[in-house]
């Protein structure tokens, strides 16, 4: 037909390689049942601490600072997570907010 622009072949999208991940093998897992959270402009910190019975302090673990794209693409993770959790196992207990502190870690479900 005349005047019709041919429009150019968009190129097909290639397939992302699988990402590799790799653990060391002298890297320990870290129990934390309390993360501190703070942030700036540019960055979120997460410093991930461990409470126990009776101890007057918590230490921590770990600190993770990561951007804010990333922290929401993380919150976006552990949504779909725990969602999938739930399905499979059932809904997760949260203490309410009139609990004491040390039911709502340590009292074990109800």
């Known amino acids: 037909m005349a005047g019709m622009v041919q429009q150019p072949k968009q190129p097909a999208p290639q397939p992302q390689p699988q990402l590799q991940i790799e653990l060391p093998p002298t890297l320990d897992a870290t129990y ?24 007057p302090t918590a230490k921590v673990g770990a600190r993770i600072v990561m951007t804010p794209m990333h922290t929401k693409l993380l919150l976006r993770a552990l949504q779909e997570n725990i969602e999938k959790y739930e399905a499979q196992f059932g809904a997760i207990y949260v203490p309410q907010e009139g609990d004491a502190l040390a039911s709502q870690l340590f009292g074990g479900q109800r």
């Open 32 to 55: 934390s049942n309390l993360v501190v959270i703070q942030h700036s402009p540019s960055e979120f910190i997460f410093d991930f601490a461990r409470i126990l019975p009776n101890m």
